[in-house]
Every structure is written in structure tokens, then in C-alpha cells.
């Protein structure tokens, strides 16, 4: 995935646990955020309150799930996701809905 959004022109960072996601955006603020909800350490929606006080401006948060559920779409609507995509996506489908969304 990383390839392919650097080849759409996308500067990328990854971190594969909350703790690394609270160190990647702290030493910058992304424009956007793919936030898968099952980390090794936590639910990846427990990031997003900890963004508000380091930024005005919220970054794109996209919620990637693997549950078609209701309920999990609403709870991601509601903790600020712009968007909510059920895994597995594919990249160029990924690409498309970032460029969208931060266009």
C-alpha cells in the first residue's frame, strides 16, 4: 500500500500500534489518516481524541474494519471519521477515496 500511494504522489508514514500513531502524528500532522480499528495495542478509534489538542485543523480520518456492522460504521461517524471502508480495500480504491476527500 505504502508503494502504491507514493507513486499517487502521497508522502507516507505508517505505525502499526496506537503508540506509534501517537509519535507519527506527533512529529507532524498528516493530511490524512488511514485508521484501521483492530491495532495490536487498542482500538485505532482511541487516536482520534488525542488529535484535537495538537491540531485546529482535523486531518482526514479513513476507518478501515473488517465488521459490516451498523453499529461499528456509526461509532466511527461519531468519533470523527469522514469515511468508513470495510477490508479489504482495494489500494486503488484507497487512493481514490483519500485524493476525494482531501481534494
Known amino acids: 500500500m505504502r508503494i ?3 507513486a499517487a504522489g502521497y508522502r507516507v508514514s505508517e ?5 506509534d500513531a501517537g509519535i507519527v502524528t506527533g512529529a507532524a500532522m498528516p493530511d490524512a489518516i488511514l ?3 483492530s491495532l495490536p495495542d ?3 478509534l482511541d487516536l482520534i481524541p488525542e488529535l484535537e489538542p ?7 480520518i479513513i476507518a478501515l474494519t473488517g465488521r ?4 461499528v460504521t456509526r461509532r466511527c461517524r461519531s468519533s470523527g471519521c469522514h469515511e468508513v471502508l470495510l477490508k479489504p480495500v482495494p489500494p486503488r480504491e484507497l487512493v481514490r477515496t ?3 476527500l482531501l481534494a
Do not use: H, K, M, S
Not at 15 to 19: S, V
Not at 54 to 60: F, I, Y
Open 4 to 6: 502504491i500511494f507514493e
Open 15 to 19: 505505525a502499526g500500534t496506537l503508540a
Open 35 to 37: 485508521l484501521d480499528l
Open 42 to 44: 487498542g482500538n485505532g
Open 54 to 60: 495538537r491540531t485546529p485543523e482535523r486531518p482526514v
Open 68 to 71: 459490516d456492522e451498523p453499529e
Open 98 to 100: 483519500v485524493g476525494a
